[in-house]
C-alpha cells in the first residue's frame, strides 16, 4: 500500500459541507469568468490563489490536490508524449478559419515572448484549478470517474472558444485529468496544455 500513488490510496474523506463549498466556489468561479472574461492576473485570484486558501482553510494537505512533482518520470514522459501527439494535429486544426479569428489576435498583441509568458500565467491556475482542485476534490465522491467529470467542467469553461476545441474538451480535459491522476500532480497537464496553446496561437499566425 505504501507503494501506490495518492490518486489510488483511499482519500481522506471530509465533511459534506466542505466539499459542497469547493463545488459551489468552482460553478460561481466559471460563471464569473463566462460573464466577465477574466484576464490572466484576474483568473490567478480566482482559479489559483482562492482555491488554495480554501484548502489551507479546510486544513487540507496541498500534496493531495496536486501540488507535487509527483511521479516525475512518468510526468515528463507523457509531457513530451503529449507535445509530440498534439503538435501535428494542431498543425491542421489551428489552421482553420474560426481559430485564426480567435487566436492569432494573441500574438499580434502581445509577441512571441508575451504570448509565452500570458499562456503559462494563464494556465498555471487554470491547471491548478481542474486537475488539482477540482479534479482531487471530486475524487473524494467518485474515485477515478472523477477524471471524467472534471472534464465537464472544463469544457463549460471554453464555451466562449471555437466550436470544435469546445467539443473536444470532453476528451483533452478528460485526458488532462488522466495524466495528473497518474502522476498525482497538475504541472504535467499545465506543461502539454501550455504547449497545446502557444503552438496554436503560434500557427494561427503563420500564411
Given at each position: 500500500?505504501?507503494?501506490?500513488?495518492?490518486?489510488?490510496?483511499?482519500?481522506?474523506?471530509?465533511?459534506?459541507?466542505?466539499?459542497?463549498?469547493?463545488?459551489?466556489?468552482?460553478?460561481?468561479?466559471?460563471?464569473?469568468?463566462?460573464?466577465?472574461?477574466?484576464?490572466?492576473?484576474?483568473?490567478?485570484?480566482?482559479?489559483?490563489?482562492?482555491?488554495?486558501?480554501?484548502?489551507?482553510?479546510?486544513?487540507?494537505?496541498?500534496?493531495?490536490?496536486?501540488?507535487?512533482?509527483?511521479?516525475?518520470?512518468?510526468?515528463?514522459?507523457?509531457?513530451?508524449?503529449?507535445?509530440?501527439?498534439?503538435?501535428?494535429?494542431?498543425?491542421?486544426?489551428?489552421?482553420?478559419?474560426?481559430?485564426?479569428?480567435?487566436?492569432?489576435?494573441?500574438?499580434?498583441?502581445?509577441?512571441?515572448?508575451?504570448?509565452?509568458?500570458?499562456?503559462?500565467?494563464?494556465l498555471l491556475s487554470w491547471e491548478f484549478f481542474f486537475r488539482g482542485f477540482l479534479?482531487?476534490?471530486?475524487?473524494?465522491?467518485?474515485?477515478?470517474?472523477?477524471?471524467?467529470?472534471?472534464?465537464?467542467?472544463?469544457?463549460?469553461?471554453?464555451?466562449?472558444?471555437?466550436?470544435?476545441?469546445?467539443?473536444?474538451?470532453?476528451?483533452?480535459?478528460?485526458?488532462?485529468?488522466?495524466?495528473?491522476?497518474?502522476?498525482?500532480?497538475?504541472?504535467?497537464?499545465?506543461?502539454?496544455?501550455?504547449?497545446?496553446?502557444?503552438?496554436?496561437?503560434?500557427?494561427?499566425?503563420?500564411?
Open positions: 500500500m505504501l507503494n501506490l500513488r495518492l490518486s489510488e490510496k483511499v482519500r481522506p474523506k471530509h465533511p459534506d459541507l466542505q466539499q459542497a463549498i469547493l463545488w459551489i466556489y468552482a460553478t460561481v468561479a466559471l460563471t464569473l469568468d463566462y460573464y466577465y472574461r477574466f484576464d490572466a492576473r484576474i483568473g490567478l485570484i480566482f482559479y489559483l490563489l482562492l482555491p488554495m486558501a480554501m484548502l489551507v482553510a479546510f486544513r487540507r494537505p496541498l500534496k493531495l490536490y496536486g501540488v507535487t512533482l509527483g511521479d516525475w518520470r512518468r510526468g515528463l514522459l507523457l509531457t513530451v508524449g503529449g507535445w509530440l501527439l498534439m503538435a501535428p494535429i494542431l498543425w491542421v486544426v489551428a489552421r482553420g478559419p474560426a481559430f485564426v479569428a480567435y487566436y492569432a489576435r494573441f500574438w499580434r498583441m502581445r509577441g512571441a515572448w508575451g504570448t509565452i509568458w500570458w499562456a503559462a500565467l494563464d479534479l482531487f476534490s471530486l475524487a473524494e465522491m467518485m474515485g477515478r470517474w472523477a477524471v471524467l467529470f472534471q472534464a465537464f467542467f472544463f469544457t463549460f469553461g471554453h464555451f466562449s472558444k471555437p466550436e470544435l476545441e469546445t467539443l473536444s474538451c470532453i476528451v483533452g480535459g478528460s485526458a488532462f485529468g488522466w495524466v495528473a491522476w497518474k502522476t498525482d500532480s497538475f504541472l504535467y497537464p499545465f506543461l502539454i496544455h501550455w504547449f497545446v496553446t502557444v503552438f496554436t496561437i503560434w500557427v494561427t499566425t503563420l500564411p
